[in-house]
């Protein structure tokens, strides 16, 4: 059985909405079609609009799994196996730095391919730090219960008594080959 128990939840800064709100409006600014919505987008329409997406975001750790969701009209909602996470960097840019924001990179093995599927940004992440460390600390544990060969260890009477058959046998086995010689 899978192991879906929350480990972190993150919580994310309200920054985010003035900085989706100014992402927006800039490429408004350089599309043509864009100068015609930017009066309604400045007086309340993208306020609300970075408002309601700022309430989309979720992102959450748990046991085998790093889960994240976003979007209004497009929503993504994407789970990687902690066990994929290649690599886990901080983007910064001056935007960012000037509301005090982080960006999440979380690169992912496999999924390649020219539309970027082995990425997913998580922005504004409140202690993105420490989170950061929780992911990477739940993935070094994963990993090592991997190459282990286990999953869950088996503690029920029924694999014990399987154990012990399998242990007899070999035994018999062994005396077998012993007489054979």
């Known amino acids: 059985m899978e192991n879906n128990e ?11 909405k003035t900085y989706i709100f100014l992402v927006v409006l800039f490429y408004l600014i350089v599309s ?21 997406f ?35 960097s901080f983007i910064g840019g001056p935007l ?7 960006l ?3 690169e992912t093995a496999g999924g390649g391919g020219a539309h970027g599927t082995n990425m997913m940004s998580i922005p504004g992440i409140n202690d993105a730090e420490n989170f950061k460390m929780a992911i990477l600390s739940q993935r070094e544990k994963v990993i090592k219960e991997k190459s282990m060969g ?9 694999s014990d008594k399987i154990l012990l058959d399998i ?3 070999l035994s018999e086995i062994k005396q077998i080959l012993k007489n054979k010689q």
């Open 54 to 88: 700022f309430h989309t975001l979720s992102c959450e750790l748990t046991a085998k799994q790093l889960k994240f969701s976003k979007g209004l009209i497009l929503h993504i909602e994407k789970t990687i196996p902690l066990e994929n996470i290649q690599d886990l």
């Open 150 to 158: 286990y999953s869950v260890p088996a503690t029920n009477n029924t």
């Open 96 to 102: 960012l730095r000037w509301f005090g924001l982080t």
């Open 32 to 52: 043509f079609i864009g100068w015609i919505i930017i009066p309604f987008w400045i007086f309340g329409l993208g306020q609300w609009l970075s408002n309601k």
């Open 167 to 169: 242990k007899n046998e």
């Open 104 to 106: 999440i990179r979380v």
């Open 6 to 16: 929350t480990i972190s939840k993150a919580t994310f800064n309200p920054k985010v």
